[in-house]
């Protein structure tokens, strides 16, 4: 709870920005909604016929699981605020729709017989009789559905569209319970202070509500702009960042510190944030150096002219005891060492990300044509189990080494890839419900060590020495054995389209400095 | 004042109504009765056309209701129902002033209109005005439901067993109550009820519907002296000795009656066709100790007190009785 209030305070800034484009976001979709299915609603109580199937479309539509809907959305809508609003407007309509419909329907066959019978017109009877009876039951629909996209707004911040779920995914990839309560918490908050004042306004009677209705018309809009709010001023650069980087301290914090660039941050996932800079969603980008869609975009990766990343070789890691017990283990991954430079990794990423080949496959093929590849051993020894990050190029490394371990020992594997982050594997790791996964040096450095300041400055430009230092403290303090790097530097690089680079003139991190 | 020609209407293959045709002047109550399905509640809601005919016309004071803009005929009539079908969410005084409001009438017109009409359904405009429906008895909303059809004074009331849904006792005095209303005197009135007593009660004109058909269209009396075929005849065999009795008239006991008058004091003239027991009714009613009550029949004048009424009605039972 100590630890929680230190981050509100910490954070004081970014959780109002998050809760003001939590709210903006809710009420925008909800807004939507509400001009759509209300009307829709209406509409179908008039056409009885077509209400079942439409009734029974909105219902499919909620059935999406709501991360798929958004992943649909990206193609169409890209990423941000576009496709976040719209999922949480399906996910809104169908409450919204079926309370209309059912509130409507529901009115006394016989206020309506004598309503028409002494001679209002449809349009009164609409007005005057059915919606101010139905109202508490449309009430409860645009509640039920406020509630939903309070929940489900959650998820945009996995699209780069803000929210508290900015929090809720740092705190995942870190690992940090903190971190994600402090963006549960306050949406969970959200979701019941408008679940309870919706619930206010339903129980006083249909005038009553339809005096407040006319304020409420007007505050739905003022929420719906809250998300807008922040962005009113935004200095800096507009940059998208992964959560882990935003929480890492080799991440965000490490470069603002190193060079004092000020950014207007977008919280994205590292599978849509090159989309984004590409797409001009953003300006700059924390990439991967050895990732495909930075040379397929025609991204600048910017020097980092004062050293605010460690190097990053990858290698990967495993209980002490099991690759001491078993010699044959580190043999069979020791095939790899050294023998995926930046370039290799670079193409074998791109081979998925853009060739769209699974992992496996690419795998497969890069063993063969290094004459690695072996068939499965007969299978009936022990389970390891392979963990990974949730990014491309560790899929492929746990397909490497799944493919050699089942071709030159008799283990069966096992694979858990897309663990959420760093945090989440070491400490799978380290419990033992995974045997090894891929890591980084500079990641071993900085997300789980946290070594002296001194030390740091003095190996952070030697990647051997940064190797040798994680081995031995891995070991000490952990019981956990680094294996021999793969090859290839996966550093964090920041990067911006090649033009506008080109056009700012702009090289390394040192040059963003000033410029806004 | 309204008439129809042969109005028929089909659904799908089911013909509900088959070419009724009525003709009712201004002050006269027409009651469609029949079994269940008969198609009198189908006759009645094509008066208003709630219900579209398939074929037939009906005019309102020689005009063909289907030119008019429906939302305007249903305002110059009446509309009650069995279940009432008052507005939940607004007052009695709200509910009544619906059509009012809708033919913009002045604010303080509508509050003495809704005024004077609870008063003479003998609810308390101070205790009720401000009630919702739902905290009324069943008579009492029924009353509201009649009063909210007369607001803006509607020449035609339409009624659909208008008293059905009331146990007999409120019934029977809602009825009553209902008949006496100095507003329906001049209504020319249509309603359709099951209970052939109170068509019989009622009706200046009994209009006995099956399948559809119009079996009788006759005054009260004589679907009970010569009915029309064997349908009439069972329908009316039943009760034949309570519809008797009530469809009894001034007229019938007049020559009893004494040319002058036997109390001092103002007369309650009432016409002579005025069935017996509802003018026992109304002189009982009437302000004064003794009540005097007179009618003009075939240019004489006769006079009565109640107790003569009263009287005249047990000779008059005993004679069926016989």
């Known amino acids: 709870m100590g630890e929680l209030i230190t981050f509100f305070s910490d954070n004081q800034e970014k959780v109002m920005e998050q809760v003001l484009e939590h709210i903006g976001l809710t009420f925008i979709s909800l807004l939507l909604a509400a001009l759509i299915a209300i009307p829709a609603g209406i509409f179908i109580t008039r056409r009885p016929r077509l209400s079942g199937g439409v009734l029974a479309f909105t219902g499919i539509l909620q059935t999406i699981p709501s991360i798929a809907l958004l992943g649909f959305l990206i193609p169409i809508l890209g990423i941000g605020l576009k496709p976040a609003i719209f999922a949480l407007f399906l996910y809104a309509l169908l409450p919204i729709l079926r309370n209309t419909y059912t509130g409507i329907s529901e009115v006394d066959a016989a206020v309506k017989e004598a309503a028409l019978g002494i001679g209002l017109s449809k349009g009164q009877l609409l007005r005057q009789v059915e919606l101010p009876l139905a109202l508490p039951v449309i009430f409860a629909g645009l509640r039920t559905a406020t509630v939903i996209n309070v929940g489900v707004a959650t998820l945009a911040a996995y699209i780069g569209a803000g929210g508290l779920g900015e929090f809720i995914f740092g705190g995942i990839a870190l690992n940090n319970a903190t971190m994600i309560l402090a963006g549960a918490l306050p949406a969970a908050l959200l979701a019941i202070i408008f679940d309870q004042l919706l619930a206010l306004l339903q129980n006083t009677n249909a005038r009553k509500l339809s005096k407040t209705g006319k304020p409420l018309l007007l505050i739905i809009p003022l929420l719906s702009s809250a998300y807008f709010w922040p962005q009113a001023y935004a200095p800096g650069w507009s940059a998208g960042f992964p959560p882990e980087f935003m929480g890492r301290p080799d991440g965000y914090q490490k470069v603002v510190d190193t060079y004092g660039v000020d950014f207007t941050t977008t919280i994205l996932n590292n599978a849509l944030m090159y989309k984004a800079v590409y797409e001009g969603e953003v300006e700059v980008i924390s990439g991967y150096a050895t990732d495909g869609r930075v040379e397929a975009y025609n991204l600048r990766q910017l020097e980092d002219d004062r050293h605010a990343f460690p190097p990053y070789y990858c290698a990967p890691i495993v209980q002490k005891k099991l690759a001491e017990e078993n010699k044959i283990l580190k043999e069979a991954l020791d095939l790899l060492a050294g023998r995926i430079n930046d370039s290799v990794m670079t193409v074998l990423n791109y081979r998925v990300d853009f060739d769209k080949i699974s992992p496996e496959q690419v795998a497969r093929d890069f063993l063969k044509a290094e004459g690695l590849w072996k068939s499965d051993q007969n299978q009936g020894g022990e389970t390891l189990i392979i963990g990974s990050k949730i990014f491309t190029e560790q899929y492929i490394l746990v397909e490497l080494f799944s493919q050699l371990i089942n071709g030159y020992t008799d283990y069966d594997v096992d694979t858990r890839p897309g663990l959420g982050g760093t945090k989440i594997c070491f400490d799978a790791l380290r419990n033992g419900e995974i045997d090894l996964y891929p890591e980084y040096t500079g990641t071993g450095l900085q997300v789980l060590l946290d070594p002296p300041q001194d030390t740091l400055e003095r190996i952070i430009t030697q990647p051997d020495a940064v190797y040798r230092y994680v081995s031995r403290e891995f070991e000490a303090q952990y019981g956990l054995q680094w294996l021999s790097p793969l090859g290839f530097n996966n550093t964090y690089a920041l990067m911006m389209r090649e033009a506008q680079a080109e056009s700012l003139n702009v090289k390394t991190i040192s040059d963003l400095v000033g410029q806004r | ?322």
């Open chain 2, 1 to 322: 004042m309204i008439k129809t020609q042969g109005l028929t209407r089909h659904f799908g293959d089911f013909t509900a109504v088959k070419e009724v045709s009525f003709e009712l002047q201004e002050g006269q109550t027409l009651a469609l009765i029949g079994p269940s399905g008969c198609g009198k509640t189908t006759t009645l809601k094509m008066l208003n056309r709630l219900i579209t005919p398939s074929a037939g016309k009906v005019w309102v004071n020689g005009q063909d209701i289907s030119q008019q803009p429906v939302v305007q005929l249903r305002r110059q009539m009446g509309y009650v129902i069995q279940d009432m079908g008052l507005f939940p969410h607004y007052t009695v005084a709200e509910n009544i002033a619906v059509v009012p409001r809708l033919l913009g009438w002045e604010v303080s017109k509508i509050k003495a209109r809704t005024g004077a009409l609870l008063e003479q359904l003998g609810l308390d405009t101070g205790a009720f005005a401000q009630k919702y429906p739902h905290e009324l008895s069943g008579g009492q909303q029924q009353r509201v439901g009649i009063a909210r059809a007369l607001a803006a004074n509607p020449p035609i009331v339409l009624m659909d067993e208008p008293f059905g849904a009331l146990d007999p006792l409120t019934r029977q005095q809602i009825r009553r109550d209902f008949m006496e209303l100095e507003e329906l005197r001049s209504k020319t009135t249509i309603m359709v009820t099951h209970d052939i007593e109170e068509a019989f009660e009622m009706g200046s004109l009994v209009c006995l519907l099956n399948r559809g058909e119009v079996q009788q269209l006759a005054p009260p009396e004589a679907l009970l002296q010569s009915p029309a075929n064997d349908f009439v005849a069972d329908f009316v065999a039943e009760k034949a000795a309570q519809l008797e009795l009530r469809s009894a008239k001034l007229r019938d006991i007049f020559s009893e009656l004494p040319e002058v008058p036997p109390l001092p004091g103002n007369a309650l003239p009432l016409s002579p066709t005025l069935p017996l027991l509802r003018a026992i009714y109304r002189l009982a009613k009437a302000r004064g100790e003794h009540p005097l009550g007179a009618t003009t029949y075939q240019g004489q004048q006769r006079y009565f007190t109640l107790s003569m009424l009263i009287e005249a009605f047990k000779n008059n039972l005993q004679s069926w009785a016989n």
